[in-house]
């Protein structure tokens, strides 16, 4: 008990401080970054799959509260901001490529928009859902601002939003190479857009380890998949 | 790289600007994002700097939702318990927007290409 006071008690106090589940969150990557690179980056090799696993592990063995290890883990969250900002720079570095598609992409985006949105409202309804489930996997295909806000208008659980809208995007990841690859489709930029139309950030994050072509396409889905799904809900009150 | 993040900083803040201001229900990072396009359109060139800290953080971006991917525990009794509902949406509707998102994108695609030609 003598032996092991200091050790609690620099627990006690590292368990307060945001440095412990920081330092956590980012080892936790590195583990899984490696692991994925080990894997030649197979889809199923998912590095935020991996990460989120160990650390739920650690933060379930450890009993702590989500809240306390996200005082840590906020830096990082934060800079969602200005990386999502950051998607600029290759959309301009790939402008010609980008203009050049800029009819497939208007047509792609509308018909993928209107498909993720309706086709999980229907399945969900069609499986007896209650309506505040319904609602909240609604906008789970778009970025996750977006997703929580229009899910609370629409009668659905934000935080619930949330999550649906983080398993979309990795279900998406991991299911976009395989599909593709089955399809025969090699066209970099349709293949990183609709990753980004069906899962957002995340699906950009995959679509960035494939290629710079498809993580831009993926980029700009995900900024026009939320712009025209905000715009859609927005609307949506002054038809009824 | 400081120069780099902090232009960065300020197009995120440009555009939380404007959606708050404006009350739009649209994320400023990405309106942040239209901001420094137009803004390198404008110049007309990127800075060794930028391209740095853009690609260091666009490589790594799998790190960002990490964070919100723990989170899901939060919700996991909710999840359990409409466990068929949820999954049987999410899966069929993944699969289904990106079969046609990437049909439409080909399809169009071709269409254009053989007006052109």
Sequence with gaps: ?240 | MIQALTLLFACQLAGELVVRTMALAFPGPVLGMALMVAGLAWVGRTSPALDQVADGLLRNLSLLFVPAAVGVVQQAGLIAQNWLAISAALVVSTVATLLVTVFTFRATARLQARHRT
């Excluded at chain 1, 450890?62 to 900002?85: I, K, M, N, S, W």
């Excluded at chain 1, 997703?147 to 983080?166: F, H, K, Y």
Aim: overall charge neutral; glycine content about 8%.
């Design chain 1, 1 to 240: 008990m003598i032996e092991e006071a200091p050790l609690y008690r620099a627990w006690v106090y590292l368990a307060e401080t945001p440095l412990l589940w920081l330092t956590a969150t980012l080892a936790a990557y590195v583990v899984a970054d490696a692991i994925s690179a080990r894997l030649s980056r197979h889809p199923l090799a998912n590095p935020v799959v991996i990460a989120s696993a160990l650390l739920i592990g650690l933060i379930a063995v450890t009993g702590t509260p989500y809240r306390t290890y996200f005082e840590g883990a906020q830096f990082v969250h934060f800079l969602l901001g200005p990386a999502t900002v950051a998607l600029g720079v290759p959309l301009w570095r790939n402008r010609a490529n980008v203009a050049a598609n800029l009819l497939p992409m208007c047509a792609a985006l509308i018909a993928g928009s209107l498909t993720a949105i309706g086709s999980a409202v229907a399945i969900a309804y069609a499986f007896g859902a209650p309506a505040p489930i319904v609602a909240s996997l609604a906008t789970k295909s778009t970025t996750a601002p977006i997703a929580m806000a229009i899910s609370e208008t629409l009668g659905g659980i934000p935080a619930l939003t949330a999550v649906l809208v983080v398993l979309t995007g990795i279900l998406g990841s991991v299911l976009v190479t395989p599909l593709m690859n089955a399809l025969g489709v090699t066209d970099f930029a349709a293949r990183g857009f609709a990753a980004g139309t069906a899962s957002h950030g995340i699906g950009t994050a995959r679509a960035f380890q494939v290629s710079e072509e498809a993580g831009t396409f993926a980029g700009i889905a995900m900024g026009l998949n939320g712009a025209l799904t905000a715009t859609l809900f927005l609307l949506l009150p002054q038809l009824n």
